[in-house]
């Protein structure tokens, strides 16, 4: 895998406060409501990288996420070629008709890039968005174009059920480079969800146009999860990779 100029992205869940009921003195009084579950703030993610070319990758991502948004911290280390990068980043959502998800990432090296994406609709909705990045070298973890724009659509419901089609497309240096995602997610037993995602890519790698299918696949519990994702040609590279993340949200 090469630094390529595009952003990254991995993890554990949540508690649940306790409660009781209070009398005053003399008089009873019925046990008090219990309060609501606290959101989750922190998500932990450790993710393994193995590629064709027999290099091997690891990273940590830890989030913390509040009123003000989604903060994050992250660390990549390619053993075979001694190199590391430390990252960060926060992201975003404003708004209810119109949702506006603004994103920023940093990282050791001087890389600074940055999105802004637009969605509206409910249940249906449309979305596009447009990425930059000041070119410095970056490990791309996530394998998207960063340097790009993204039109989306989809349906999404209550029950937290989706289907969404996705197409990302460099727009600087590389045109030709797009990813078209199917993204599926289906809630299953309680507080479960099953997340399949189909991805179909073409582009030019050292001078021939390639096309080919990958997949991410991700399986959530109350607490923890795991992915599994295959992506060929990852980065418009001749290497292959797999990517195994687990992590758990608290």
């Keep these: ?5 595009r952003s990254s992205t991995a993890i554990l869940l949540s508690a649940l406060l306790a409660t009781a009921g209070a009398a005053r003195a003399g008089a009873q009084e019925p046990a008090a409501e219990p309060p609501p579950a606290e959101p989750v703030t922190y998500k932990f993610t450790t993710g393994m990288y193995r590629m064709s070319d027999h290099a091997t990758g690891w990273d940590v991502n830890l989030r913390r996420s509040s009123d003000l948004g989604n903060v994050w ?40 890039g940055g999105s802004v994406q637009a969605e509206t609709g409910d249940p249906w909705f449309v979305g596009a ?22 039109l989306s659509a989809g349906h999404r419901n209550t029950q937290n059920r989706l289907f969404m089609v996705q197409l990302v497309r460099d727009n600087r240096q590389n045109p030709d ?30 001078g021939q ?42």
Excluded: C
């Excluded at 078209?180 to 189909?198: K, S």
């Design 129 to 150: 968005g447009l990425g930059r990045t000041n070119l410095r070298p970056y490990w791309n973890l996530n394998f998207d174009p960063n340097d790009a724009y993204t």
């Design 209 to 250: 146009h390639i096309r080919r299918w990958g997949f991410s696949a991700g399986y959530d519990w109350p607490e923890w999860f795991v992915r599994l994702a295959w992506d060929p040609k990852t980065n418009f590279t001749p290497v292959d990779a797999w990517r195994l993340s687990v992590g758990s949200r608290f």
């Design 177 to 206: 480079q797009r990813h078209l995602h199917f993204t599926w997610r289906q809630p299953m037993a309680v507080g479960e969800r099953l997340t399949l995602d189909a991805l179909y890519k073409t582009g030019l790698v050292e």
């Design 73 to 112: 911290l992250g660390y990549f280390r390619l053993a075979q070629q001694d190199t590391t990068q430390w990252r960060a980043g926060w992201d975003h959502s404003y708004g209810t008709a119109v949702r506006i998800s603004p994103s920023i990432q940093l990282a050791s090296g001087g890389f600074v």
């Design 1 to 5: 895998m090469k630094p390529l100029h």
